[in-house]
């Protein structure tokens, strides 16, 4: 939908502030009630995402104005989706999607943010949202997995560019690739000719460059053959099983995190952790694997004239009801010795890593203020390490737990089944 | 309307560079209005340095907290008061909790229950600030209006700190009384174009007992909640009547008995709203369960200390609906999930908005505190009104009903009816006022009540002068406390130059 | 001096005084403020006149005086503060304009004593949340105005309760109705819609009926008073327990009105408890103060109109466990004392002569607001000084009632003594002004100022002082309403 056609929703607004918190019935005391972290760093009511909301209704009106300020706000969200989700426990509109129109409408008017750029330009030149030294698939030299670049095969194993390129995460793929090998799924990566998914090339508000970076991605993945695709990035299952289905790019194909797939695996035993892993654990719902991986639900339909916001046919709306939020857990479950200490703030109304929407290179600082609230929020619980399903967050984790000297440890998910196993 | 540099600085010198920004296109977030700059102070010394310096340069100021509403004048500072967010203190011992303006409705109830504590939370929901004046689901229990504050922190209009009660003379915040006259007849905290003058800082307001848990465990993703544990000794049921007089005779005698921890008075449209989760869902439930009400009615909520204490209220409610004619909504009894919803939703007041905005997108309302039966019966006469609109399909059919309940055990009352319509409908707009100005005026010639947050010249020429000129003294009021004339209702009406 | 003639034409010959033993009577009162004749006493008898009187009082800068309660005066708040004044006594003023049982509220003017509302409340089924065994000449609107605190703390929401609106007639001379009262319309055609004058915020954004209360007759004079009144119960249980140490008794107390149990709640020394019940003096007052314990906490178990065994027994049994968890014994009697008896009293003005007067014939009460957990640290305090002043401990009096449904308690220390004695006044007068001081610096919170140290307290508080200026030169700008009271 082309943001015109969000008047609604951004007219919609009331300006309750719910989407400045967890769903009010979370709200389980003082600390941890708030769940956006663009307005808890900032304050001022335009970071909210109703703030934003009626930002967009106003330059609808009266045109697009991009003070530094306005800019600021448009650039310093990490597109997370709490306040969708919050707003939605109450309303029937959207709010994440007309709040990303706002950055795409802004790159489009020549606004674009100077670090997303150098971003997005190494993503049209290379097929990589991260700079590396040497080959995307040099990480798994020596592994011997199935090159799917030169082989058919059924189950793709997308790495992402993150953990193919940095250093310090390519441990995450080799844990996918030794976990899948021991589960004895057979699989295949394409290595060098992987590319970057486009997602968060999206989240920047390169709409454009997304969507020719995906018809790549798509092609690259169809020569593969592959019908399923797995992956440990929950960015990239996003982009896959959401974005590309809204854009009309999957087709048929069938998007798993590994974190699903290995669910399944224990829960059918064709997995069978052994080891004890002796670990107390709070678990990180990632935006992109929580309420961001709810799937996409297709409509197109007009509204009914007259008193009531209603439209034929019904409108769904993806209220992160249905995001995937169990499998994690189950795999957590599954692990001998390690056992899970609930944060206040989870599944649908998690706060936000830090790592999402670009701000990481738009605002490094931003990006670790709010990793840094959600290590304090994990160290309150008393866990001794924060588990998630998502490279993105846990290389934010890791790099602001060490600048703060913390003992927190972080791991993902599959590092800890591979452990086991 | 950017500030003169000189001027920004000087209030960037207060908060921070961080916290100060006068960007008009930025504006348009903050009520649409042309404010001069939007300014966060961080503390109470800040907020008074903020204030005196728009007394310095004679700008016109206000401050908002979670400010959902508001119509304010262009060129206004906004004073948002959202980094001002700590719960300064929870005495148990002597029933009260003192919070700065940003402190949440919804986390401070989750603190206080956590300690088998309740803090009454006004019916626009728990994301509003808890220090807000009004009314909500637990008023019958709970207190209402300005009747739970005790002592407040004060920045007057010129910038000077005044502690209220006993906070002044003993720096305890117990009581908001005294020495002598209470300046509490001053500051209630209320929602613009109203103006409380100055500044709350701090407030201490009142708290009761909660015999609900610690939290309500919750299971499922959102929309979707339910408790993992039904309360002991807590149970919501929904009765309707046959007739408004006959509801308002089991209100009184709910209230006399002073049994009900709830008493709720949301009509049919509002409870398939509340327990839904969209505007479809909504609409099927209401065509299913407005055939099975009678009449008008409530929602109860009892809440037991004991099992003896639970089982005799709940003798007593049964006794009173058999007296006067009442039913039991059938779909509360037999779906536990709507009895679930119900009760947290009106225990933790997070409904609001599905009940209000969501269906049209917008709604006006008039909502009127006092007098419970005077105020029912102004109501039905604003309900008629309704259907023409509703026939027209300007607006979302509720049968024309209204809603309220008792306060303080029926001591008091509150009264509300509104119009849900789409905000992008004109001519919905100009009939929701229409009817909004003549149900307001006819509350006044027939000696109801009275509107108060009307235009000042309404005020002026009509209201003021038949509530005993209320608005003369409240603007002799003003002149005394607001000398460099910073309070933004002055100038605006012409009384007030 | 103002022309008698003046006064005569507003409220006739008959209801003006000057002569020297009226003037007498209500230059002093029994409390340790001075004596200043008033020039004239005057007896307005409708609220028309007491506006005529507050506008010659203006024109003539005048000072006014307003009593509604008979004699004896106990706090100095009615005395004069300058020469010069009319007392404006608006005891003639005794209507009980209507009891409504439906929305339990009542409306009288100023001249009504409890002793007449008791009665007519009662006829509907109602009562008024009483202050503890008021005086047979209290005025119901005074004691009201005065924020005297109520035995049934249940039913105390706010602390301005049970006042729900007021016509006040300002010292700058206009009227105004405060609440629902103040429109729209006059009050007959409020009560032709059904309106009763219940709710007492407003209009708009004030509360104005907060600024007439504690004002000690600063702001204006009242013409009449709505207030809430409560159901009368079909049942009772009387309780008392005994206690030699004040702290299980208030947490018993705390629970008792934070779980609504109670009705009538509050704790009596057992010097105030004998001084209230004794027969004879001294001996009955000395047999009955040594069988009473320390401290007894009274309280009162009501059922209504539904199943009220029922629900008197689930209370009983769950006080019968709160009692227990903090190792106390809720009995029907202490000492010769039934709960009863105490019950039955204490829902009635005290009979002539007024309890506190009794034994010695004066008492000096040092009475402020405190919050739950320090009472104990203020009664200590209190004994410390008053053992230092020479003055018995076991002489002193002290009544604790918790207020505003737990928030805070009264506290009152009654120095009673032989006014006749001056060695015995001067050591109260002193002891009371070093107790004021000690208890203020120790955090006790003086909200109703009287007396020679009333200006002491409010100082403490400069900044609302401030305030209360400013809004006096709105409601009262020729500072002719009762000067010399509070800051004014």
């Known amino acids: ?421 | 309307m950017a500030l003169d540099k000189d001027i920004y600085s000087a209030f960037a010198d207060v908060v921070g560079e961080e916290n100060i920004c006068d960007d008009p296109v930025m504006m348009a977030a903050y009520y649409k209005t042309d404010f001069a700059a939007v300014i966060m102070p961080g503390n109470t010394a800040e907020v008074q340095a903020v204030v005196k310096l728009c007394n310095k340069y004679k700008l016109k100021y206000r401050p908002i907290s979670c400010g959902w509403t508001g119509v304010f004048i262009p060129g206004t500072v906004m004073l948002d008061l959202r980094r001002m967010d700590k719960i300064i203190e929870i005495d148990e011992k002597n029933m009260y909790a003192v919070c700065e303006p940003y402190v949440t409705s919804a986390q401070l109830q989750a603190e206080l229950f956590k300690r088998g504590l309740n803090t009454n939370i006004k019916g626009s929901g728990a994301q509003g600030s808890a220090l807000l004046r009004g009314h909500g689901p637990m008023d019958q229990s709970c207190g209402a209006d300005d009747r739970n504050h005790l002592a407040v922190e004060w920045v007057t209009p010129e910038g000077d700190l005044v502690k209220i009660g006993s906070l002044g003379s003993c720096d305890e915040f117990f009581c908001g009384d005294g020495p002598g006259p209470s300046l509490r007849c001053l500051v209630q905290s209320t929602v613009p174009p109203s103006c409380t003058p100055g500044v709350f800082t701090k407030v201490a307001t009142k708290v009761y007992h909660w015999p609900g848990p610690e939290r309500y465990h919750l299971k499922g993703n959102s929309p979707n909640y339910s408790l993992a544990e039904k309360p002991p000794y807590m149970m919501l049921r929904y009765y309707s009547f046959p007739s408004v007089d006959k509801l308002m005779d089991a209100e009184y005698k709910l209230g006399e008995a002073e049994i009900c921890f709830i008493l709720y008075g949301i009509n049919m449209a509002m409870v398939s709203a509340n327990v839904t989760s969209s505007n479809e869902e909504q609409e099927a439930l209401f065509h299913k369960i407005a055939g099975e009400v009678q009449g008008p009615g409530f929602v109860v909520i009892l809440a037991g200390n004991s099992e003896k204490d639970f089982e005799y209220k709940k003798k007593v409610l049964e006794t009173i609906i058999a007296a006067t004619g009442g039913e039991s909504l059938k779909a509360v009894e037999e779906e536990p999930q709507i009895e679930d919803t119900l009760m947290r939703q009106c225990t933790r007041v997070s409904g609001a908005i599905r009940e209000t905005f969501r269906p049209g997108g917008y709604f006006k309302s008039i909502p009127v505190m006092g007098q419970r039966d005077l105020t029912v019966r102004w109501a039905i006469g604003a309900g008629e009104a309704k259907k023409p609109l509703i026939e027209k399909g300007l607006i979302v059919d509720d049968g024309g009903a209204f809603f309220g309940w008792g306060v303080e055990h029926g001591h008091l009352g509150k009264t509300e009816i509104f119009c849900a319509f789409s905000p992008m409908n004109p001519e919905a707009w100009k009939v929701v006022d229409a009817w909004e100005s003549e149900e307001g005026g006819r509350a006044l010639d027939e000696n109801y009540f009275a509107l108060t947050m009307s235009p000042l010249d309404v005020i002026d020429e009509k209201t003021g002068p038949k509530l005993s000129n209320y608005h003369l003294w409240w603007y002799k009021v003003l002149d005394e406390l607001d000398p460099n004339g910073v309070i933004p209702l002055k100038g605006v009406s012409k009384l007030t130059p | 001096m103002i022309a008698k003639q003046k006064l005569t034409k507003i409220v006739g010959g008959a209801n003006v005084s000057d002569d020297a033993a009226t003037l007498d009577a209500y230059s002093k009162d029994i409390s340790f403020v001075n004596k200043v004749r008033p020039a004239y006493v005057v007896k307005p008898r409708s609220a028309d006149e007491v506006r005529q009187l507050v506008a010659v009082a203006n024109e003539t800068l005048t000072p006014l005086v307003p009593v509604s309660s008979g004699a004896p005066h106990m706090k100095g708040d009615t005395v004069p503060g300058i020469g010069g004044a009319i007392v404006a006594d608006l005891s003639g003023m005794n209507k009980i304009v209507f009891v409504d049982r439906p929305r339990r509220v009542c409306m009288v003017e100023p001249g009504v004593t409890f002793g007449e509302l008791v009665e007519a409340t009662k006829k509907e089924g109602i009562r008024l949340n009483m202050p503890l065994l008021p005086r047979s000449t209290k005025s119901v609107v005074g004691s009201l105005l005065d924020r005297e605190p109520v035995v049934m703390p249940k039913y105390q929401w706010d602390i301005s309760d049970p006042i729900a609106c007021l016509e006040v007639v300002f010292g700058a001379g206009e009227d105004f109705r405060t609440g629902q009262a103040a429109g729209p319309g006059t009050i007959e055609e409020q009560w032709k819609v059904g309106g009763v004058q219940k709710a007492p915020y407003g209009p708009h954004v004030a509360t104005w009926h907060r600024l007439v209360q504690g004002a000690q007759g600063t702001m204006g004079i009242v013409t009449w008073a709505s207030m809430r009144c409560e159901l009368l119960p079909q049942l009772e249980e009387a309780f008392v327990v005994g206690s030699s140490d004040l702290e299980p008794l208030m947490e018993m107390a705390a629970w008792l009105i934070r779980l609504r149990m109670a009705n009538e709640c509050f704790l009596l020394s057992s010097t105030d408890l004998a001084s209230i019940f004794a027969e004879e003096w001294p001996k009955d007052f000395k047999r009955l103060r040594a069988e009473l314990p320390p401290w007894t906490l009274f309280y009162v178990i009501a059922g209504y109109d539904y199943y009220p065994e029922e629900r008197v027994s689930s209370y009983l049994s769950d006080t019968a466990d709160l009692a227990k968890r903090l190792g106390l014994d809720p009995a029907k009697s202490v000492g010769s004392l039934s709960a009863r008896q105490i019950m039955k009293a204490v829902q009635q003005p005290c009979p002539d002569p007024y309890w506190k007067l009794r034994g010695r014939g004066a008492c000096e009460d040092v009475m402020f607001l405190s919050p739950n957990d320090k009472a104990k640290d203020f009664y200590e305090i209190m004994c410390g000084l008053a053992g230092k002043a020479g003055y018995p401990v076991s002489d002193l009096g002290t009544y604790i009632q918790p207020m505003v449904q737990g928030c805070g308690c009264h506290i009152e220390f009654n120095l009673f003594y032989d006014p006749d004695n001056q060695a015995e006044a001067c050591q109260v007068k002193d002891l009371a002004d070093q107790a004021t001081k000690t208890l203020m610096n120790a955090g006790a919170f003086f909200s109703r100022p009287y007396g020679d140290n009333a200006r002491t307290i409010m100082n403490r508080d400069a900044a609302s002082v401030a305030v209360l200026g400013k809004l006096k030169k709105v409601f009262d700008p020729n500072g002719i309403m009762n000067p010399g009271k509070l800051c004014f």
Request: glycine share 10%; with cysteine.
């Open chain 1, 1 to 421: 939908m082309a943001l015109e056609e969000y008047a609604g929703d951004y007219n919609m607004c009331c300006r309750c502030s719910a989407c400045k918190f967890v769903p009010l019935q979370m709200v389980k005391g003082f600390e941890h009630a708030n769940v956006c972290p663009s307005i808890s760093r900032y304050n001022f009511h335009f970071y909210s995402g109703g703030g934003r909301l009626n930002l967009g209704a106003e330059a609808l009106d009266k045109g697009f104005n991009y003070t530094p300020r306005y800019l600021d706000v448009i650039y310093n969200c990490q597109m997370c989706g709490a306040c969708d989700v919050s707003c939605k426990y109450g309303m029937d509109m959207e709010v994440l999607r007309p709040i990303q129109e706002l950055r795409i409408k802004a790159v489009q008017d020549g606004h674009a943010h100077p670090a997303l750029d150098k971003v997005v330009d190494r993503m049209r030149k290379q097929g990589t949202m991260v700079a590396g030294k040497g080959k995307r698939g040099a990480w798994a030299e020596g592994l011997g997995l199935t090159d799917a670049a030169t082989k058919k095969v059924d189950v793709l194993y997308h790495v992402g560019c993150l953990t193919s390129y940095d250093k310090d995460m390519q441990k995450v793929a080799k844990a996918t690739a030794s976990v899948l090998k021991k589960a004895g799924v057979k699989f295949g990566i394409l290595g060098d000719a992987e590319t970057c998914c486009g997602g968060r090339a999206y989240e920047m508000g390169y709409e454009a460059d997304f969507l020719a970076q995906a018809k790549k991605s798509m092609e690259a993945i169809k020569k593969t053959g592959a019908k399923t695709l797995v992956t440990s990035c929950a960015m990239c299952y996003q982009t896959y099983a959401v974005l590309y289905e809204r854009f009309g790019l999957k087709g048929d194909l069938k998007v798993v995190h590994s974190s699903q797939l290995i669910a399944e695996l224990i829960g059918n035993g064709e997995l069978k952790p052994k080891n004890d892993v002796d670990l107390n654990v709070t678990y990180h719902d990632p935006c992109h694997l929580g309420r961001l991986g709810e799937p996409w639900a297709h409509w197109e339909g007009t509204k009914i004239p007259g008193d009531r916001f209603v439209f034929d046919p019904p409108r769904p709306y993806r209220r992160g009801t249905n995001g995937v939020y169990e499998p994690p857990r189950q795999v957590l479950a599954g692990l001998p010795g390690v056992t899970l200490t609930e944060m206040d703030r989870i599944k649908e109304y998690a706060w936000c890593s830090g790592a999402c929407g670009g701000v990481t290179d738009s605002n490094p600082e931003f990006a670790e203020w709010t990793a840094n609230e959600r290590i304090e929020e994990a160290i309150c619980t008393g866990a001794e390490a924060i588990a998630t399903a998502d490279p993105w967050s846990e290389k934010l984790f890791a790099e602001t737990i060490a600048k703060n000297d913390g003992a927190l440890k972080v791991y993902d998910i599959v590092e800890l089944v591979d452990q086991a196993i």
